[in-house]
């Protein structure tokens, strides 16, 4: 495994031969073989003693230090040096226009066939017309990807097939709070919960794209803008709906997360702290449960895989 996640509350890494030791309250918690491994990320209160760091250096080992959800503290880097041929790579993929619509064109159509699936498997929620018509709606636009000469004309028809899944998205919630997609101050708790699950969403992939050594301000999809790291928003289209908008789905039909854990104010609606606590709770185990890290680090090793080799990219699908 190339990198190696490492979540346990209150531990220290201590080094032992050739290989690092986890230690818990004194008791040794497990051991960590180093064959093979690029990238430990240390995940809340991991720490780390000198001797361990010295033999992960020695490795050409990095280590990145990150929260529980997901954002990047910082990182220590060895003098590997092999990040420049990853960047490289994405540069060329990206200053090439036919490279980098053909990636772009992939991640949309990854992403609509994701929200279709979400849509056909709550289907019976639907009367026969209402859920033809969407699901139509949806496979004409992706149908068109393939001759879609730019990547406004990408967007444009990402943006076009989102309308159409809100759409189906606000019937399938039980209680009706849910108008339309919106972001910045949230004006209902479902948006609420979307934004945050997102954010947290984005902390991963950009957790697992730097373990790649990928230049995150450099996106296929997404233009550059300055202060932002536009390549963990490419990722994020394929995961929004199978992580995220299912997950959420799920929470609210079933009163596991309900309006009463948040609290709306003039700029928007905001979990409350019971609420918070019980939302971080919920996103781990989901986490833990779905094995969704390993599939966002598979993800990003398949782009990685593209810029390097040439290959096609094949977006994350679930189903």
């Not at 990854?110 to 026969?128: D, F, H, M, P, V």
Request: with cysteine; net charge positive; hydrophobic share 40%.
């Amino acid at each position: 495994m190339e990198t190696v996640y490492i979540t346990q509350e209150n531990c220290v890494l201590h080094r032992s031969e050739d290989h690092l030791i986890l230690r818990q309250q004194g008791k040794c918690a497990g051991t960590i073989p180093l064959l093979n491994v690029k990238c430990i990320v240390l995940i809340s209160s991991v720490q780390i003693t000198s001797p361990a760091l010295d033999m992960l250096f020695e490795k050409q080992i990095d280590v990145i230090y990150a929260s529980r959800s997901g954002h990047i503290k910082g990182s220590l880097q060895s003098q590997s040096g092999n990040g420049a041929v990853v960047r490289i790579a994405q540069h060329h993929a990206f200053i090439s226009q036919d490279t980098r619509l053909a990636i772009a064109k992939s991640i949309v159509a990854g992403k609509i066939a994701n929200q279709r699936y979400l849509l056909e498997t709550y289907q019976r929620y639907y009367s026969l017309v209402e859920y033809k018509a969407l699901v139509l709606k949806m496979k004409e636009y992706a149908s068109k990807l393939p001759q879609a000469q730019s990547i406004d004309e990408v967007m444009g028809l990402e943006g076009i097939s989102a309308r159409v899944y809100w759409e189906g998205y606000r019937h399938l919630l039980k209680y009706p709070s849910f108008a339309r997609r919106a972001y910045r101050p949230a004006p209902d708790y479902v948006n609420s919960a979307l934004n945050l699950a997102y954010a947290f969403l984005n902390s991963e992939l950009t957790m697992c794209l730097a373990t790649q050594r990928f230049d995150l301000e450099i996106g296929f999809l997404h233009s550059i803008h300055y202060g932002r790291n536009s390549l963990p928003l490419d990722l994020m289209e394929e995961f929004r709906s199978p992580f995220a908008d299912a997950w959420l789905l799920g929470l609210f039909n079933k009163s596991i997360l309900k309006e009463s854990h948040f609290h709306g104010q003039e700029n928007g609606y905001y979990l409350t702290s019971d609420g918070f606590a019980k939302f971080i709770a919920l996103y781990h185990e989901h986490l833990e449960e779905g094995n969704w890290r390993l599939r966002f680090r598979g993800q990003a090793q398949n782009l990685k895989r593209t810029v390097m080799t040439g290959e096609p990219y094949e977006p994350y699908r679930c189903m």
